[in-house]
């Protein structure tokens, strides 16, 4: 287990940015994802912890041990990233046992600890198949037991369920979260799907922009998104632009919305943006009075089986409501409806 601090990382590549002014702790045992757009930045910061790459600026260190300039191979650091594929010509057993072989592991060890890693992964008694004989699915797993062979003290992983079908990497993402937790093992995954992200990280690092935009917990970062930028890219946002009223919440399209959480240092009248996430948002029948409810027009249901969601036109975006089936609102396309806001679900972002 090792904890890794991130000291004022910056990473050019000539005249393009790829990451900058990076401070990040990351603790024991924890599971922390790099989640962001495509471009972000995540690989680059992913690399240079695996020290594949030298930050422009900024320190690396492990264990109160700076390693910014320690070569790769010294590290001691668990990886499974897309450009170390499996060795083709080998067999399941020898890619996992080739670290062992080059340190000298004498061959009963290392054919024990192939097995043990196989039972860990789940791929028990396959030591012999040659890697072209295995499922995507399996290669991952093959590739996940290879990169722990040598008890890493830290893993590293660069999107290790990307080439999976969408059923097989939800299975995967639970399966690696279980296994990461029974190794306790400080885990550093990049992904750019935020389901899996929510799925197994006690931490995700929302990046945007070359920038760390938000440290937090899934959970954290759902329900108090930093900005607009994370608010859109972590879940479905109802994002409606509104004014400051002070005191008591804001003002759109000229009613009063009602704000149990008021951010301070926002003076009244300042222009803001006003986030509500579906699950938390009614729809109502226009005759229906209470606070904190807009009209609007009825866009489009979708009515997915378990939940229901309802796409609403109101003060000039496009909402969307999900509610369980049992709670579906009595509302049709075309008609008119009041969106409910509850005060205690609304969050204030700067505009
Ligand atoms: P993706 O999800 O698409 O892999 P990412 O968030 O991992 O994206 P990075 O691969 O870290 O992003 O790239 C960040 C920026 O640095 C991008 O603008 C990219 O084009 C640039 N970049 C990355 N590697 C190099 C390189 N070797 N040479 C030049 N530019 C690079």
């Given at each position: 287990m090792a904890d890794v601090h991130l000291k004022g990382i910056r990473k050019e590549y000539g005249s393009v940015l790829?990451?900058?002014d990076v401070d990040l702790k990351i603790p024991a045992g924890k599971l922390v994802c790099f989640l962001?757009?495509?471009?972000?930045g995540k690989t680059t910061l992913l690399r240079i912890i695996a020290g594949l790459e030298s930050p422009t600026k900024g320190r690396l260190i492990v264990d109160g041990q700076?390693?910014?300039?320690?070569p790769t191979h010294r590290r001691n650091f668990g990886m499974v990233f897309?450009?170390?594929?499996?060795?083709?010509?080998?067999t399941v057993g020898e890619n996992i046992a080739y670290a062992l072989r080059v340190r000298g592991v004498d061959p009963a060890a290392r054919r024990r600890r192939v097995e043990e890693l196989l039972e860990l992964v789940q791929?028990?008694?396959?030591?012999?198949?040659?890697?072209?004989?295995?499922?995507g699915g399996q290669r991952q797993r093959v590739a996940i037991a290879r990169a722990l062979a040598m008890e890493p003290k830290l893993f590293l992983m660069d999107e290790p369920l990307s080439a999976l079908d969408a059923k097989l990497r939800e299975a995967m993402q639970i399966e690696l979260r279980v296994l990461q937790q029974r190794l306790d093992i400080t885990t550093v995954m990049v992904t750019h799907d935020q389901r899996e992200a929510m799925t197994m990280a006690d931490q995700i690092v929302v990046m945007g922009d070359s920038r760390v935009q938000q440290v937090g917990s899934p959970t954290e970062i759902y329900r108090n998104p930093a900005n607009r930028f994370v608010a859109d890219f972590i879940g479905t946002s109802n994002l409606l632009p509104a004014t400051m009223k002070s005191g008591t919440g804001v003002v759109v399209d000229g009613r009063p919305v009602r704000v149990s959480d008021l951010p301070v240092g926002l003076g009244d009248g300042a222009a803001v943006t006003l986030l509500v996430r579906p699950e938390e948002m009614r729809i109502l029948p226009p005759d229906s009075e209470g606070e904190n409810r807009l009209p609007g027009t009825v866009a489009f249901i979708r009515d997915v089986g378990a939940t229901v969601e309802t796409y609403v036109d109101c003060a000039g975006v496009r909402l969307v409501a999900i509610a369980m089936r049992r709670d579906r609102p009595e509302v049709e396309p075309g008609e008119r409806a009041l969106v409910e806001l509850p005060p205690g679900a609304c969050r204030i972002l700067a505009a």
């Open positions: 790829a990451v900058t962001g757009p495509s471009g972000c700076d390693i910014t300039d320690l897309q450009s170390l594929a499996l060795f083709g010509h080998l791929l028990p008694g396959i030591a012999d198949r040659h890697v072209a004989q295995l499922s």
